[in-house]
C-alpha cells in the first residue's frame, strides 16, 4: 500500500525538491501540499495523509503551534520534522508536542527515506547529526529534574535514593548491602527521610513518592 505524504513548509523550493526526492522512491506518493502550518488540520482532515513532514520555522502558524493543534485534533497521522534548526531545546520540545522524528534539510535522498520507512514502521527517527545532541539535552534535563526536587523536598541526593528503594519494597538490610552502608545509617537515613516529610509510614511514603512524580506505578 502506497504511503500518502503531506508537505508542509514556506518556502516553495523545499517543498520541490522533497517531492521530487519522494517521486524516486516506491511506495510514497505526495497527497497535498501547504506552506503555512495554519493549513495543516484543514489539509490533514481532508487528505488523510499517513505522514506529515513539517516544517518548523514559518511565516504564520509555527509548525509547533500546528503540531500542538494536529495532536489536540486527534488525527493518528504521523509527523517527521523537517527543519534546519538544530538547538537542542527546540528539538527536545518538537519530539514532546508530538513529532515522530526530526530531519534536518540538508538530509541525503537516503537518510529521508530511511526516517520515511521509520516512521512508516511505527518506529521514531532522529537525524544522525543531532541524536548526540538529544540524548545529551534529555540527560541534562533528568539531572536538572533530579536537582529540582532534591531542592524542594529538602532531600539529598542519598536520601532520594533511599527513599525511592524504600517505597519499592526494599528491608534495610537489602538497601545496605545494595549501596554498600551499614544498616545503622541506613536507618538514620529512613528516619530523617520521614521527619522532613512528616510521613510516618511506608504506605504515606510510597503515596507520597508517586504523587511527586519520584517513582511511577509500574516501578
Given at each position: 500500500m502506497t504511503c500518502r505524504l503531506l508537505l508542509v513548509d514556506d518556502h516553495s523550493l523545499i517543498r520541490a525538491g522533497v517531492r521530487a526526492l519522494v517521486a524516486d522512491i516506491a511506495?510514497?506518493?505526495?497527497?497535498?501540499?501547504a506552506d503555512d502550518g495554519g493549513q495543516l488540520n484543514a489539509l490533514v482532515a481532508q487528505l488523510q495523509p499517513d505522514i506529515v513532514l513539517l516544517d518548523i520555522s514559518m511565516r504564520s502558524t509555527s509548525g509547533l503551534d500546528a503540531l500542538t493543534q494536529l495532536r489536540a485534533s486527534g488525527h493518528p497521522c504521523k509527523v517527521l520534522i523537517l527543519s534546519m534548526h538544530t538547538d537542542p531545546e527546540l528539538i527536545m520540545r518538537a519530539l514532546e508536542c508530538g513529532a515522530h522524528g526530526y530531519l534536518l534539510k540538508d538530509t541525503s535522498a537516503v537518510e529521508l527515506e530511511q526516517a520515511l520507512s521509520a516512521l512508516r514502521g511505527d518506529e521514531r527517527y532522529l537525524s544522525p547529526a543531532?541524536?548526540?545532541t538529544v540524548i545529551n539535552q534529555a540527560l541534562l534535563r533528568a539531572q536538572n529534574s533530579r536537582q529540582s526536587i532534591n531542592d524542594r523536598l529538602n532531600l539529598t541526593a542519598r536520601q532520594l535514593e533511599i527513599l525511592r528503594l524504600i517505597v519499592r519494597g526494599k528491608s534495610t538490610r537489602e538497601i545496605a548491602g545494595g549501596l554498600g552502608l551499614s544498616i545503622k545509617?541506613?536507618?538514620?537515613?529512613r528516619s530523617q527521610i520521614m521527619k522532613r516529610l512528616q510521613i510516618y509510614d511506608v504506605a504515606g511514603l510510597v503515596l507520597f513518592a508517586v504523587r511527586e512524580k519520584i517513582i511511577s506505578l509500574d516501578d
Open positions: 511506495g510514497y506518493t505526495v497527497v497535498g501540499e543531532i541524536a548526540h545509617t541506613v536507618e538514620t537515613h
